[in-house]
């Protein structure tokens, strides 16, 4: 195993380094025919649900995002409202203790965000085990981010910001200035 420096991050953290480990190619070909054979007998025996997209053959991320962004869109034709949790759930599992997890959860990782066409302001409070939780306009939700009225506009002033920096550092290290 080799530790390797993520980039821009502190080298005096653990967390800082990229585990690399160099092993055998017949370890490789070993783990990649054992690899095969379990998602070949999860997808045969439906053993995953079909909401769960990772490391999985024809699924992505975006199908991740789209599922609830077509959820808010039918609610908003039928003239609902929707109303979504959001349960950050980064590094959770790193010391699992399921009672500090979930008070932890809901006390700094729960989220809402009720989405409508209503003009009308609308006060929804979600309160688990005693704990409120935090009510916001917009939410990103795996790179995408959903506000209340699904107009996008955050989403792409964001994509907008993020391709205008990456171009000017192609430019500038193509020596180009327009």
Excluded at 129 to 158: A, C, N
Aim: glycine share 4%; net charge positive.
């Amino acid at each position: 195993m080799i530790p390797i420096l993520k980039k821009g991050k502190n080298k005096s953290k653990a967390s800082s380094y990229r585990p690399i480990s160099l092993t055998s190619s017949c370890c490789k070909l070993l783990e990649r025919i054992i690899n095969k054979h379990m998602h070949m007998n999860l997808e045969s025996e439906n053993i995953i649900g079909n909401e769960h997209a990772g490391f999985r053959q024809y699924k992505s991320t975006e199908d991740q995002t789209t599922h609830p962004s077509q959820v808010v869109e039918d609610a908003f034709q039928s003239k609902k409202v929707t109303f979504a949790v959001f349960v950050d759930l980064h590094r959770a599992f790193d010391k699992l203790w399921k009672d500090e997890l979930l008070a932890k959860m809901l006390r700094e990782k729960t989220t809402g965000t009720l989405f409508t066409l209503s003009p009308k302001t609308q006060s929804i409070k979600l309160i688990v085990d005693d704990t409120p939780t935090k009510m916001e306009d917009q939410h990103t939700y795996l790179g995408v981010t959903f506000d209340q009225r699904m107009t996008w506009k955050q989403h792409i002033t964001s994509a907008e910001a993020t391709a205008k920096r990456k171009l000017n550092i192609m430019r500038k290290r193509a020596g180009t200035k327009s």
